[in-house]
């Protein structure tokens, strides 16, 4: 490395934000721009560790450790340390097809596994990538890379999200004539409608969705397939078609006033609230936080973005309610490294609520009793209880309710954001492909479902997952189509 000293001699710097009251005003991205100096300094603390655990990419108890795509983290930190920041997004680029979406919404699980982190606090390894590739695109590095040859092929991808994208990306550069569909107005998928503007600006999505176009993918918006393409049509007309379509099938909260006007799922929530910024057409009633009581139930990710969401639109109250106690300071003892941590942290909306309101907006170990509407149907408040959480001999968990902790919030909009099932079926039923467990039954490395010619990657064929593994999965599924298609493979 380039200093072997260096995660001695500087503290972790973490990313630089906008105050939370002054970032609350707009939608633009929360964090700003890092300085240079300070990028160096956090890249020297890449230790000279021998077996960088930081780009392993495995599964530990279910949850990611290490980088699922393989990144040369110490290659690139120690080229960013030296200044060498070309060839450090050359190195980028050899595994990770958008540095620029991970670098901002993936949860960092190489940093979970850094072998700093045994010590003292991980690399800011993430914040390190996201500067790469944005001095890449500000320095005029990253241009079309326009295939040579063509192979004849042609293959169809449904679905524009992180791994469709990433299959169809590797696919053309192999060669390939590649054609993305996708059924909304806009191609990115979750990238685009899922993930709010303050963490992935539509811009940078759009500049990517406009290199690959240059690149010479083709992108069919506003086309449902088994709708206004059906899938016989493009089993008869591609030589190969990728299933990506994602886990959308969203976890429904089965309980007393669930019908009450008011209550939503987050995803349709987070959807509407970016095609509003976008300007686009809706056209379903407007879902809109102002003045109103919120309440999010489900601790995670989307949840956390549902509280930022509903304190831009000026929301009167926001709560939001996990099943979990809350996390520890620190690492448990059944929390090793290089697992991801299991820590508490400060997410970027709970910072805003709290500068908002005074107070972390979260609540643990709540259990949600029912739903009571006004005469009119008119969700007005929300009945809940607190849990214990308890285990057996073997390990086994449960949770029990505490008696006399009921209490009554008041409620103008719940967003349930407990998370999803699976993927949805009846584009799947019509291609005849096989499912298990709600997913494309597939398996990884192979990817071929039971329908010759077809394949699936991503959540589809995994379920909810994290945004590195949907590129994982479709760089992968590309190598296996790109051999089935040519008898060998070109790409890495």
């Known amino acids: 490395m380039g200093k072997p000293t260096g995660f001695l001699e500087f503290p972790r710097e973490d990313t630089i934000e906008r105050k939370p009251l002054h970032r609350l005003k707009d939608w633009k991205e929360y964090t700003e721009k890092q300085p240079e100096d300070m990028l160096k300094r956090q890249s020297a603390r890449c230790m000279d560790c021998g077996t960088p655990f930081c780009h392993i990419g495995i599964e530990i108890n279910g949850a990611a450790s290490g980088c699922p795509i393989n990144n040369l983290i110490p290659e690139w930190n120690d080229l960013v340390y030296r200044g060498k920041w070309k060839e450090a997004l050359d190195r980028l680029l050899k595994t990770n097809n958008f540095p620029e979406f991970t670098g901002r919404v993936c949860p960092a699980p190489c940093e979970g596994s850094c072998t700093v982190e045994l010590a003292g606090p991980a690399v800011t390894i993430k ?76 811009d940078i999505v759009k500049r990517r969705i406009t290199l690959l176009r240059q690149e010479g993918i083709d992108f069919v918006l506003n086309t449902e397939i088994g709708k206004d393409v059906m899938p016989e049509d493009l089993k008869a007309d591609f030589d190969s078609v990728i299933l990506c379509t994602g886990a959308q099938k969203q976890r429904d909260l089965i309980l007393e006033g669930r019908e009450a006007k008011g209550v939503h799922f987050a995803m349709k929530y987070l959807t509407q609230s970016t095609k509003r910024l976008l300007n686009d057409k809706i056209s379903e009633p407007l879902i809109d936080a ?172 995994r379920g909810q997952s994290l945004i590195v593994w949907a590129i994982q999965e479709g760089r992968d599924c590309a190598k296996e189509v790109d051999k089935q298609l040519m008898g060998s493979t070109v790409l890495p």
């Open 127 to 202: 914040n390190i990538e996201r500067a790469i590739i944005d001095k890449g695109f500000e320095n005029g590095w990253i241009k079309p890379r326009i295939p040579k040859k063509r192979t004849g092929k042609r293959i169809a991808i449904v679905g524009s999200g992180p791994a469709g994208l990433a299959a169809a990306d590797q696919l053309n550069q192999a060669g390939h004539s590649v054609t993305v569909f996708e059924r909304d107005n806009r191609a990115g998928g979750l990238l685009t409608y899922g993930i709010p503007n303050m963490k992935l600006d539509k």
């Open 290 to 461: 102002k003045d109103k009581n919120v309440i999010v139930i489900g601790g995670g990710d989307t949840g956390a973005d549902c509280v930022a969401t509903a304190l831009r639109q000026k929301c009167k109250s926001v709560v939001q309610f996990g099943k979990h106690p809350k996390l520890p300071d620190v690492r448990s003892k059944a929390n090793m490294w290089p697992e991801q941590p299991y820590i508490f942290t400060m997410d970027y909306a709970y910072e805003e609520a709290t500068a908002q309101f005074g107070s972390d907006p979260r609540e643990y170990s709540v259990q949600t009793k029912k739903l009571v509407a006004d005469e009119n149907g008119n969700l007005k408040e929300l009945h809940t209880i607190q849990m214990k959480r308890t285990s057996d001999e073997k390990g086994n968990l449960s949770f029990e309710e505490i008696p006399g902790t009921e209490k009554v919030w008041p409620a103008d909009l719940v967003f349930i954001a407990i998370g999803f099932e699976g993927t949805e079926q009846p584009v799947l039923k019509q291609f005849g492909v096989e499912t298990k467990n709600n997913k494309v039954d597939a398996e990884h490395g192979d990817y071929k479902t039971n329908v010759d010619g077809v394949f699936a990657a991503g959540d589809s064929r």
